[in-house]
């Protein structure tokens, strides 16, 4: 794998030249849509080389059980890893090692009902690297009837010709907006969850879905030991089919915080098949202007998460898109990874890279008016990547395949193998 940052000066066509690819290979994998380029762009060009992996030093590791797992040998994790002590490893200590082995991945994307366009043309293109695919469409009422809004057919059917499985997703969205009471009056109504429940499996069933993504926000916190509960009465009536729970990111448990405090990481993971945990929005809408999704955090929310839910339960969520801040009111506009990056260009605006956040950011000026954006590049998802990959994480999410990031698309096509 090979990552170019542009740097002054710089030309596609040099760049093509030096890397022995063609200008418009760069272009189509990095989603560009001009030859312009800006300083600090980070562009991708896959490669045969072999990558590294990241791992974590355990209790009982030598060097040569690591190279096996691998498939690699002792001498090639040492040059990987300067000033490495083979006899004197220390347990966490994060290693590279070079493997041919890809890391193995349940992938899920979500999207919205549709029956063409963007995410019809990503599922032809990248349904290979899709193990999932939830359909963000339903929703429920007080008496815990389920019900669809739009027509979630026609992308049923998109699934299954591209070997994508698809779930259906249910949010407690009312109004254009999460609603706590809604959630609230369900979860607390023994009637009313039995109620939701024989809903969803109706659905399933007609529509022939692979089984549920729960996307339950802002449960209130008295009613965490119900969500649970109605967790484990769905999958028991789902059977084989897969229950696949969103959850809040959080780092201790805050039992009673109006937000996070509903989600009870360790009854949910015993309840589950799979855990995704929402490790985006770190950076807001109407928020000061701050990475989508730092890295920093990422990994401080994934460690307790993994104090609960085991790793080959657990995924972790990918933003596939951006923020446009205006400053000083903090005015939002969301964009894709890709819209993002080429807006910089648009601009000329020099991209810079936060290494702590591992996150790009730029500024520009439009009517008077500063812009501050924050998005997620090849840099920042395969730092990512890494991460899952050193945490053992079975999978990832990405929120909404809608929007356009090739890169990500690359990466993984080259990079991950994808579990069906």
């Known amino acids: ?9 710089d030309s596609l066509w040099g760049i093509a030249e030096k890397n022995q690819v063609t200008p418009s290979r760069i272009m189509e994998v990095n989603g560009l849509e001009s030859t312009a380029l800006v300083p600090g762009l980070a562009l991708y060009i896959p490669d045969a080389a072999v990558a590294n992996r990241k791992y974590i030093i355990k209790s009982m590791d030598t060097l040569s059980m690591v190279a096996r797992r691998f498939g690699t040998s002792a001498a090639s994790i040492i040059k990987a890893n300067p000033g490495i002590v083979a006899n004197s490893l220390r347990v966490g200590t994060e290693i590279l090692v070079p493997s041919p082995y890809k890391n193995q991945l349940i992938t899920l994307g979500f999207a919205f009902p549709t029956s063409g366009g963007a995410v019809f043309e990503t599922l032809e293109e990248h349904g290979d690297k899709l193990t999932y695919l939830a359909i963000v469409a339903y929703s429920f009422t007080r008496e815990g009837n389920a019900y669809v809004e739009g027509d979630d057919r026609p992308l049923i059917v998109k699934c299954k010709q591209s070997g994508v ?19 609230g009056d369900v979860l607390a109504s023994s009637g009313s969850r039995r109620n939701l429940i024989n809903s969803l499996l109706n659905f399933v069933r007609q529509r022939e879905y692979g089984g549920v993504s729960m996307d339950i926000e802002f449960i209130p916190p008295a009613r965490r030991s119900d969500y649970v509960q109605f967790l484990k009465e769905l999958k028991e009536e789902l059977n ?3 229950l696949h729970v969103n959850v809040h990111a959080k780092t201790a448990d805050n039992p009673d915080n109006r937000i996070v405090g509903g989600h009870d990481y360790r009854g949910i993971g015993e309840a589950a098949d799979l855990v995704a945990i929402m ?9 000061p202007p701050e990475p989508i999704s730092p890295l920093w955090w ?4 994934l460690r307790y998460a993994l104090t609960n839910i085991p790793e080959y339960k657990l995924q972790s969520a990918f933003p596939m898109y951006g923020y446009d801040w205006i400053i000083p009111t903090h005015e ?25 956040a591992a996150s790009p950011t730029y500024s520009y000026w439009r009517e008077d008016a500063k812009h501050v954006v924050w998005y997620e590049d090849i840099r920042s998802i395969s730092a990512k990547y890494e991460m899952i990959d050193a945490y053992e994480l079975i999978g990832a999410t990405y929120w909404q395949i809608g929007l356009a990031f090739p890169q990500n698309w690359a990466f993984l096509d080259q990079n991950i193998m994808i579990i069906k």
């Open 1 to 9: 794998m090979t990552i170019i940052v542009v740097e002054k000066g």
């Open 165 to 183: 499985t698809p779930l259906l997703m249910l949010r407690n969205f009312q109004n254009g907006d999460f609603d706590a009471d809604l959630a």
């Open 240 to 242: 084989e089919l897969t």
């Open 279 to 287: 490790t985006i929005d770190y950076g807001y809408p109407t928020g």
């Open 298 to 301: 990422m990994g401080e929310v």
């Open 332 to 356: 939002t506009k969301a964009l894709s990874a890709q819209s993002a990056q080429n807006l910089s260009i648009a601009m000329g605006a020099e991209i810079y890279f936060d290494t702590t």
